[in-house]
């Protein structure tokens, strides 16, 4: 079985949950995470938990080279599938599909991915549907970028 964490922006907030949901579904609780469940995992809900905020952290390393925010504040990851073997998939996307670094980045993903103790492979998928747009942007980025 496989857990799938998506990772929702919305004007005020980016919210991780455990259930495959669409990007303009209602948010999680408190703590970010949805009561909703993708199904039963082979693997035990605190490594899930663990996996989970190590991806984001490493995720968190890598940035657009061009904008002083790393790629999870400003959006640009729709979704993260975790398989019960640790096979990790990331679907993401770009601020503009003619990003200058648009060969590159998926690659710097994936890197920071694989360093996550546990993760056996990455795989990062580009999409540009949804298109990204600055509503996807958590606080934390607009603040880097003095958007308020």
């Known amino acids: 079985m496989e857990d799938t964490i998506s ?19 209602p948010q999680g609780g408190k703590d970010g995470r949805s009561a909703e469940s993708a199904g039963t995992s082979a693997l035990p809900p605190e490594e899930l938990d663990r996996l989970a905020a190590d991806i ?40 503009a599909p003619g990003c200058p670094v648009a060969g590159e980045m998926p690659g710097w ?26 509503s996807r942007m958590s606080d934390e980025a607009r603040l880097a970028l003095n958007m308020f």
């Open 56 to 95: 984001v952290a490493a995720l968190k390393t890598v940035y657009d080279p061009e904008i002083p925010a790393d790629i999870y504040e400003l959006g640009l990851i729709y979704k993260v599938d975790i398989d019960d073997n640790r096979d990790i998939t990331v679907e993401m996307t770009l601020t």
């Open 7 to 25: 990772e929702l922006r919305a004007p005020e907030a980016g919210v991780l949950t455990d259930a495959a949901v669409a990007p303009d579904a």
């Open 109 to 134: 993903v994936e890197a920071a991915v694989s360093t996550v103790q546990g993760v056996n492979s990455v795989t990062v998928n580009m999409t540009f549907d949804p298109p990204w747009d600055q």
